[in-house]
């Protein structure tokens, strides 16, 4: 197989054909396991009833407006970053049973596995996303700005979510197997709560608040917020990544995708050895 990759362009190609191969593979796995599919579309319900209607009456938007305008972006960053829990479960899983060491005596490219289990969960990211606009739209969110500005929120949600998957393949290749993947959930909870997705970064002590300010899940939502629309959009003395929310979103996936793609690799060939 690889006296017949000749060029750059076409070792590409045999990677690219080859992860859409395995986004197939995951696809299909998803189909036999209706259950996480129900989970994954229940709980964007779970959380906008939660924090939208128990404690959204005690919690005040900085310049007025809805709560739950307020959350939704909020919800969308947090459902946004548990996505590199699937992907490292994922991992974790294949690595443990086996099913990696089966890939590798294959005629396939390095990359494809991994670009495999992201695209699978970029793809699945759709209809989940969809799920929580409707979810929005019943409890009376709304974007407010007009088609372009929405559909360039809704891009930076899949970027970010994409750039997130690779960071879940490398921690997915770290981890011994999928019981170990599973321990470290907890841990993702305090990055998004450490942010402007649920409450103002007003009152927090400074030093917290340059943590929270700083954080990619507030930089998503408030570039989701200034793009719908939406209450809490940042305005006034603000820091850098929250006065240029969109732009941060950008440099916060790329710097992901630079650091955590050729880790990936990295991992994946060691894992074999």
Do not use: C
Not at 18 to 30: A, P, Q, V
Not at 146 to 156: K, V
Not at 243 to 263: G, M, N
């Amino acid at each position: 197989m690889t006296t017949l990759i000749s060029s750059p362009f076409d070792r590409l190609r045999w990677t690219f054909l080859d992860g859409l191969t395995l986004i197939g593979r995951e696809l299909g796995r998803l189909r036999q396991e209706p259950g996480q599919i129900i989970a994954a579309l229940v709980f964007p319900v779970i959380m906008v009833v939660l924090f939208g209607y128990v404690f959204g009456s005690a919690i005040q938007v900085p310049g007025g407006g809805d709560y739950r305008e307020y959350l939704m972006p909020g919800l969308f960053a947090m459902v946004t970053f548990t996505a590199m829990q699937g992907v490292m479960g994922r991992m974790a899983a294949d690595a443990s049973l086996g099913v990696m060491d089966r890939f590798r005596s294959m005629p396939m490219a390095r990359l494809a596995v991994p670009f495999g289990q992201t695209g699978a969960d970029s793809l699945i990211g759709v209809p989940l996303l969809a799920a929580m606009v409707a979810t929005g739209l019943l409890v009376g969110w709304q974007p407010h700005l007009g088609l372009i500005p929405t559909a360039e929120a809704f891009g930076l949600i899949l970027l970010m979510r994409y750039a997130l998957g690779w960071v879940g393949v490398y921690l997915g290749l770290l981890v011994k197997d999928e019981q170990a993947a599973t321990q470290l959930v907890p841990l993702f909870l305090p990055i998004t709560m450490l942010s402007n997705a649920f409450v103002p970064t007003d009152g927090m002590p400074a030093w917290l608040r340059f943590v929270a300010d700083w954080n990619p899940v507030s930089a998503l939502t408030a570039a989701t917020r200034e793009l719908f629309g939406n209450p809490g959009a940042p305005s006034g003395d603000v820091s850098w990544p929250l006065a240029h929310p969109v732009a941060t979103v950008l440099l916060w996936s790329a710097a992901l995708l630079v650091l955590f793609v050729p880790l990936s690799l990295r991992a994946y060939t060691r894992r074999g050895r």
